[in-house]
């Protein structure tokens, strides 16, 4: 039994995970209208994007996307103060139809762009208080009332625990000896195994280490083994970068993409490696501040060498490749610290 495959193969799945994610439909920085009917001279707004001077009201102004929990605008005039504008963030409703269209690399694409928070609250009306009749005003003057912070912070350690389900896309070959020939099997099913370890820093990213075992099995073809079934055993080990992202209250996303030591063996694949590549995007619900459920998709690409075997040189194509390309559909237990 060999598996392989193709220069070309590899190239649509290298593309398939890079880009094959939906157009954004919403991303960069927010925009916020400010209202003030009763503020009768410009004033100054201050974004941590920019500084907007002499501007009359209403008017619109950006934000920064990362870091919009508890982002503040400042107003400024001659006559006036002012309260702070404190801004609190929810989820962006299109993300869910981006993993649905775009899979692992869209949900990737809307952590590295932010897209995956928005504010929760794009306009507000303010109140002038006049600097000679300074007095206190309540934020709810002039905004509904304060939302509450998420009930969790973002965990900076986390080991996940999971398994599922598997799908193997490239070719196995597999020689019959009971009708003296070979057969080729793709899309086979199997089970998958996962253990990971990954620490974040608080802008959102950071790495992790990523242990994954699958295992397919393939119907015995061999005269000489009493084995109804026969296993496909595929083991990755390696290194990762991982961005992360607490939406809600609750709720985490990430992507994650590394590079690392991959390995091929079974009941009659003599064993061999070479190197992995790993891209997953993941749910995850916080049960607790410790721990949580969560649910994950990989894309797992091994390349373990050019092929010199003589029954690979007979089927396969030309300037092939021994390798295997494989999804995971995984679910499991999270702890964090």
């Given at each position: 039994?060999?598996?392989?495959?193709?220069?070309?193969?590899?190239?649509?799945?290298?593309?398939?995970m890079l880009s094959s994610c939906a157009t954004i439909a919403s991303g960069g920085d927010p925009r916020i209208t400010i209202n003030g009917s009763m503020v009768d001279e410009p004033v100054t707004i201050t974004t941590e994007k920019k500084t907007y001077t002499n501007v009359s009201l209403p008017t619109t102004v950006q934000v920064k996307r990362k870091k919009l929990e508890g982002q503040k605008i400042k107003i400024e005039s001659e006559s006036y103060t002012f309260q702070d504008i404190e801004l609190h963030r929810s989820n962006n409703g299109w993300i869910i139809g981006n993993i649905l269209l775009g899979g692992v690399a869209g949900m990737g694409i809307d952590l590295l762009t932010n897209s995956v928070s928005s504010p929760s609250q794009v306009s507000y009306d303010i109140v002038p208080i006049p600097k000679n009749?300074?007095?206190n005003v309540?934020?709810?003057?002039?905004?509904?009332?304060?939302?509450?912070?998420?009930s969790f912070e973002m965990p900076s350690d986390i080991i996940k625990l999971s398994g599922g389900l598997s799908l193997i896309l490239s070719n196995v070959y597999l020689e019959n000896q009971f009708e003296n020939k070979v057969m080729r099997s793709n899309w086979r099913p199997g089970i998958s195994a996962l253990l990971e370890y990954e620490h974040i820093f608080k802008s959102g990213w950071g790495f992790g280490l990523n242990v994954i075992y699958n295992d397919t099995r393939y119907k015995n073809t061999y005269k000489n083994s009493a084995k109804k079934n026969l296993a496909?055993?595929?083991?990755?080990?390696?290194?990762?970068?991982?961005?992360?992202?607490?939406?809600?209250?609750?709720?985490l996303v990430e992507g994650v993409f590394g590079i690392g030591y991959s390995h091929l063996g079974g009941d009659f694949l003599d064993g061999t490696s070479g190197l992995g590549f790993m891209l997953k995007g993941g749910v995850e619900y916080m049960l607790s501040k410790h721990v949580g459920i969560g649910v994950e998709m990989n894309d797992v690409i091994a390349i373990t060498g050019e092929n010199n075997d003589d029954l690979m040189k007979k089927y396969s194509e030309?300037?092939?490749?021994?390798?295997?390309?494989?999804?995971d559909f995984a679910a499991g237990i999270r702890f964090y610290f």
């Open positions: 039994m060999k598996t392989k495959t193709t220069i070309l193969s590899c190239l649509v799945a290298a593309a398939y009749e300074r007095k309540s934020q709810n003057e002039y905004t509904p009332a304060k939302q509450s912070s998420p496909l055993r595929q083991v990755y080990l390696g290194p990762s970068v991982v961005r992360r992202n607490l939406i809600g209250y609750r709720w030309n300037n092939s490749w021994s390798g295997s390309f494989r999804i």
